[in-house]
């Protein structure tokens, strides 16, 4: 069973920075790669950010390459979004994910676990 729970999010203003965690619960953490999405009111589920099992390996989104970082934790079974330069389209609800396969990762899927998301509001 896995389990994913974010923490972090908040209201900021533009050009701010917010750190997010996630805490992932699994027996066989180490085989996940571990990923965030983020929604905004009204659109689908976009990705942001993936990073691989070993921490090796990242993948941004354009729109957040260069102002947001990815890292993990696999002895503290975190992995966490370092958000600097925030921006008005940044606001959204950010979920914390986990997959098999590194290919896959800015695939939006229903059979990954997710957690339950945090609130990210950057006002203008």
């Known amino acids: 069973q896995v389990r994913l729970v974010e923490s972090g999010g908040g209201l900021v203003q533009a050009g701010g920075s917010l750190r997010l965690s996630c805490t992932f619960s699994l027996f066989t953490s180490i085989n996940y790669n571990m990923g965030w999405f983020r929604q905004a009111p009204g659109k689908g589920r976009e990705f942001v950010a993936a990073?691989?099992?070993?921490?090796?390996?990242?993948d941004y989104a354009d729109s957040v390459k260069g102002r947001f970082t990815i890292s993990r934790d696999n002895a503290k079974n975190t992995v966490s979004l370092q958000m600097n330069s925030l921006k008005p389209e940044d606001t959204a609800t950010y979920y914390c994910?986990?997959?098999?396969?590194?290919?896959?990762?800015?695939?939006?899927?229903?059979?990954?676990?997710w957690g339950q998301g945090t609130q990210v509001t950057v006002s203008s």
């Open positions: 990073i691989s099992r070993t921490g090796n390996s990242q």
């Open positions: 994910t986990a997959g098999l396969k590194w290919a896959d990762m800015r695939r939006y899927s229903t059979d990954n676990p």
